[in-house]
């Protein structure tokens, strides 16, 4: 019903849903009702969660950790059925921070996810700090550490850098460029600073395989090669991640300053910088550069060796500070030899093997292989890659 109500000179038409029946509520009452019970339970369990588990602020968590639970990367029936139950126990495990801050350099294509996702699950478990990119992917790379990240919220005067005011944080694991002043800047005293290599032609493969434009199959080895043998300056993302990319992170090229690109460039991933590979080839610029990063850096690991190296790891901090186990859990290879130990398994109980069939599919298997390999980047020009 419509009511129209005069104050002075105004006059306002007042709609209301007054009945001449006592109150009854409507559905799209109940409905709103019912939604608006439901928001604000979500909203305090919302809080009751965050107050209960003050890891789970989402500014802890990096991109590769998704959920709310303490390790969320090992579910809990793999640790029994690899035997490692009887080792560990979730509850004891210590969730005070390490006594160093971990400065991990990670290069592109080096087994540096398995080993973020090591940090990442210390940092998470242990109600550690780490820097995160504002992209979430690059604290700077390939322009100088830390570029665009996100800035803690909380001021705790504890871990600000008494010179520079700025935030100090526990660890960093994204793509960077190592500069040991500039990590020190960021990273809580005393710091332990390392990273990872891999073969260089390995490497290289792998990043043709994964990073574009070459991961979309329409360039071939060749082209690769033609491309970046003789390139004179690094002047884009993919440029870097292609051409010398593990000395890049390292801080080779960031050693000389930057030739400026003209014109505002500043919001390039370069930001308006690019790097010549004159000295690229200089023997003993780079033995004086591996010097330094030898006296800069706590420890370089091996891919082809990441057991002994993440053991290294694991003697840079104090005694027992921290469980083999808590390095076990992102072995990846655990995975592959539970899943290749548990299909061979399925694979003996199989009553009938077909032996016919089996030879017929590895046969034909066989001759796929060998075509794959007649046209996929052949090993024998290995000894012409520019990464050698
Ligand atoms: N534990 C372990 N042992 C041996 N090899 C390993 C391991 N973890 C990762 N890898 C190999 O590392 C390659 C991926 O490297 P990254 O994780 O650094 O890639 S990325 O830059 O983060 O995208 C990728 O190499 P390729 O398979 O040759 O492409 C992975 O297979």
Redo the contacts with the bound molecule.
Sequence with gaps: MKRTEQHGNHSWIVTNFVSSRPWQPRLYQVVLLIFGALFAAANVLFLLNNKKDPSAKTFIASNQVHNSQRYPFVPADLIIQCGLAEHVNLETLPEKPLTKSLGFV???????????NIVNRIVWGRNMTKMIPSGYINLGFPAPFPGDYKQMKQFNNNNNNETTGIYRFDAVSN?AVFNADAFRTYLKEPMLSFT?L?DPL??A???F???PPYSYGNYSWQHFIRTYKNITHIKTRDDA?HVNPMAHALGWYHSRPPILISGNNSNTPMKGMMWTTAFDHNESAIREFIQKVDIEMDLVMI??H?TESLLLLRDELLPEELEVTELLWS???MLYDHFRDRLLARWEAKVEQAPEETIQLKNGLNCLYELSRNFSPPRAIDSQSPFR
């Design positions: 990670k290069p592109h294509k080096v087994g540096g996810s398995t080993v973020a793509h990872i891999r390995e490497r493969i792998s990043a395989n994964y990073i991640k891919l082809d990441l072995n990846f290879k």
